[in-house]
């Protein structure tokens, strides 16, 4: 159970996937965060060091408040039936105590811009009664950083014991489309038996904040022409970069060979 503390536990017995998180005083010669004193098993069990105000007990491990969020800490529990580890936000919470409360929103399609989207039209769906507000906090979001993809909600998280289940509608969904990027390779010129220039190119759909770095690889040019090759027009294509957010169209340019002047 969450929040069980022991004073005496003597004869045996055992404590198993508990926690205590409130003040602990006392006067007695055994009084510890999370037992005083026991004789039993004390297994996967801890007590908050901060809030009881105790650095030892008597079995179990102690754990900062921090640590205690952390769901590393209770890879051991029934976390399916029991326990919801509530996204890091407290510690475990027990299912029998929470609401169940579905939450939905306005589906959004886009193209990518770099931004993730705003969560609109919010829906909150208890199990019964009535939406308390204050039992939920965080910020509603949708889960992604912008990126092109499909992205579910998140953010929300019950602030006590008596709060929500909270779980959302698999139907609410931000969906981020490539964004169009056009790279053509800018015009050159050069003359019969010089080296090729450097090549250079204009990225044409950037969105804003983006730049050439922003994709994957380096910016690669492919051009029949060489050092001996004669007068005329070579085509310069552009070539190698990728990147989920964009659909990339490549648009050759044109390497003018002249000949030299005698």
Do not use: C, H
């Not at 811009?113 to 979001?141: N, W």
């Not at 981020?176 to 010129?189: C, G, H, V, Y």
């Not at 970069?241 to 964009?246: I, R």
């Amino acid at each position: 159970s969450s929040d069980v503390r022991v004073g005496d536990q003597d004869g045996g017995g055992s404590i198993v996937s508990s926690y205590a998180t409130g003040s602990v005083t006392g006067s007695a010669s055994y009084v510890g965060g999370l037992a005083g004193w026991s004789s039993g098993s004390i297994t996967s069990s801890y007590w908050n060091t901060e809030t009881t105000g105790r650095p030892t007990s008597s079995g179990g491990t102690g754990l900062t408040s921090a640590q205690m969020k952390s769901a590393d800490n209770y890879s051991s529990w029934d976390t399916t039936s029991v326990w919801y580890l509530n996204g890091g936000q407290t510690a475990p919470l027990l299912r029998s105590f929470l609401t169940p409360l579905t939450v939905s929103a306005t589906s959004i399609t886009k193209v990518y811009d770099g931004a993730a989207g705003t969560v609109t039209g919010a829906t909150y769906t208890p199990a019964s009664g009535a939406y308390d507000s204050s039992k939920v906090a965080g910020s509603l979001a949708w889960n992604g950083s912008g990126g092109a993809g499909a992205y579910g909600l998140t953010g929300l998280y019950a602030s006590s014991q008596q709060g929500y289940l909270i779980s959302y509608d698999s139907g609410s969904t931000l969906t981020i489309q490539p964004k169009a990027l056009t790279i053509t390779a800018n015009n050159a010129s050069k003359t019969v038996g010089a080296a090729n220039p450097a090549f250079s190119a204009t990225y044409s759909g950037l969105a804003t904040g983006d730049t050439a770095a922003s994709l994957i690889g380096t910016l690669q040019y492919y051009t029949l022409a060489t050092r001996s090759s004669g007068a005329g027009t070579y085509a310069i294509s552009p070539y190698w970069q990728t990147s989920g957010n964009y659909s990339i169209s490549y648009v050759n340019g044109a390497l003018t060979v002249t000949a030299p002047f005698n």
